[in-house]
């Protein structure tokens, strides 16, 4: 079980990192037979696509603290404090506020462009949403299963994350 809270938390940990880095960290481009590989820039986001990329931000901060949250609470439950109901305690406002992300990015508008992206972070807000509610439900029975589906739901989600960041804000691009 402890292995599953570590794993969670270190996945979670990586894709806030990701979403921290600096747009000036600039990677490293590939060397093939002494000329330089370019990586390519996608296509600058039409306003509707900046909109929209602008609205998310707002919420996919809150999200990626929520997610590191979720994994602390973990590792703290794991390495500190075996009580269940702190545990539920902290994991309830965070299963909450994914429930809720879900609901608002589902009624963002979106450009059609985008809807993919949209329904990716929809489903990775529900992704989240569900591994508080297993969770949850550990703190109340002690079943270890739930951790472990937990954490699959939670690595699941944080990689759908990262995917839909690649798209709106490449190299950690910010809208403003």
């Known amino acids: 079980m402890a292995g599953v809270v570590v794993a969670l938390a ?14 000036s960290v600039a990677e ?10 370019e990586k390519t820039q996608p296509p600058a986001l039409t306003a509707d696509e900046e909109r929209f ?5 707002a919420l996919h901060r809150e ?6 949250a979720m994994s602390f609470a973990g590792i703290s439950y794991q390495t500190d404090d075996r009580d269940p109901r702190a545990f539920a305690r902290k ?19 979106a450009p059609p462009s985008l809807s993919g992206t949209q329904a ?4 990775a807000m529900a992704l989240y949403a569900n591994a ?19 954490h699959r739901m939670d690595v699941r989600a944080s990689e759908d994350m990262l995917r839909v960041g690649e798209v709106l804000w490449p190299g950690q691009y910010k809208p403003h």
């Open 132 to 150: 508080a509610a297993e969770i949850l439900k550990f703190t109340e029975d002690g079943d270890a299963q739930h951790l472990g589906e937990a």
């Open 91 to 109: 994991i309830e406002p965070l299963a909450k506020f994914f429930h809720a992300a879900e609901t608002q990015v589902r009624t963002m508008n």
């Open 120 to 123: 990716q972070y929809v489903g």
């Open 53 to 57: 990329a602008t609205e998310l931000w």
């Open 28 to 37: 490293p481009t590939a060397q093939t037979s002494g000329a330089r590989a």
């Open 63 to 68: 999200a990626t603290r929520s997610a590191v």
């Open 10 to 23: 270190a996945t979670t940990g990586a894709a806030w990192l990701h979403e921290i880095r600096p747009r």
